[in-house]
């Protein structure tokens, strides 16, 4: 999708549907999308992709019901979008009731004032850290063939310790080898630093959380990365592991995995860590 007009006629908004756990495109036919609650139907473009044509551009909460996956609800501001092809991807997770293959996982729990959740594996890495030409935003890649496997929009790269990571936004592919940022790299990060692809949550008003993950049999730490207010905050959690839950920064919790409160940079400089107990 290349430019925001179509035959004289707006393209308002490109939705793009992902699986999250795997990063592929939602190509099921059975959608329905929800425009602050009227159903809608925008045009189908295949790769999980629709486009909402001449339907203006105010802010909308728009519904998505997925068959084989949960449903899902997003505010589309358009303030926070491009101007000129506004793009929204929404990060969808299977659903138990419908899901055939591998087992799904769930880390799930309620904390007050939560605002986002996300997730990235320890041992499944997309490729390593090479190098970093930040006049140019550039990120310079090892990877096990011919092409970096950056086709994704999110990556996290692992600090020194593995206890948090940066979180960083493709702007576009330079070489099969080096992609742009859409923002500078705030840490410092040795090469062969890993890189994973994230995967997102969801968070309701009253701060209750869901990641879901697949059992693929292999190790199943994750670094969890959540946001209280202000706050940053990273977690290790083991998805086969029952009864944790994200730790509290403001009191008392239940059971938690090792959790660091960090500056937000890939150094590890300014952390404070904790053993879980509240």
């Not at 006629?9 to 036919?29: K, P, Q």
């Not at 190098?131 to 086709?151: D, I, M, T, W």
């Not at 869901?210 to 083991?238: A, P, W």
Request: glycine fraction near 10%; proline fraction near 3%; include cysteine.
């Amino acid at each position: 999708m290349a430019a925001s007009a179509v035959f004289g006629s707006r393209l308002d908004l490109l939705v793009r549907l992902i699986d999250t756990t795997t990063g592929a495109a939602v190509e099921e036919s059975n959608v329905m999308f929800l425009r602050d609650g009227i159903q809608v139907r925008p045009e189908p473009r295949g790769d999980g992709q629709y486009v909402f044509i001449n339907t203006g551009r105010e802010d909308f909460l728009m519904r998505i019901v997925v068959y084989g996956f949960d449903e899902y609800s997003t505010f589309v501001e358009y303030g926070l979008l491009d101007e000129r092809l506004p793009v929204c991807d929404v990060f969808l997770m299977p659903s138990e009731n419908t899901f055939r293959g591998q087992t799904l996982l769930r880390f799930e729990g309620t904390l007050p004032f939560l605002k986002t959740i996300e997730a990235v594996s320890l041992s499944r890495m997309v490729c390593t850290f090479s190098a970093y030409e930040p006049k140019k935003r550039l990120l310079q890649v090892f990877s096990g063939g011919e092409r970096s496997h950056l086709e994704e929009k999110f990556y996290g790269i692992l600090n020194a310790d593995r206890t948090g990571y940066e979180k960083i936004e493709i702007e576009r592919t330079v070489t099969d080898r080096s992609v742009s940022l859409k923002k500078p790299i705030t840490g410092e990060f040795a090469v062969n630093s890993p890189i994973t692809r994230i995967i997102h949550g969801t968070v309701s008003k009253d701060g209750g959380y869901l990641l879901k993950v697949r059992d693929d049999g292999e190790d199943q730490r994750y670094i969890v990365r959540y946001e209280v207010g202000e706050e940053t905050l990273f977690q290790t959690v083991d998805f086969r592991e029952k009864g944790v839950r994200l730790h509290d920064p403001a009191g008392s919790d239940e059971r938690t995995g090792t959790v660091q409160l960090r500056d937000g940079s890939g150094s590890g400089k300014g952390d404070i860590e904790s053993d879980g107990i509240g």
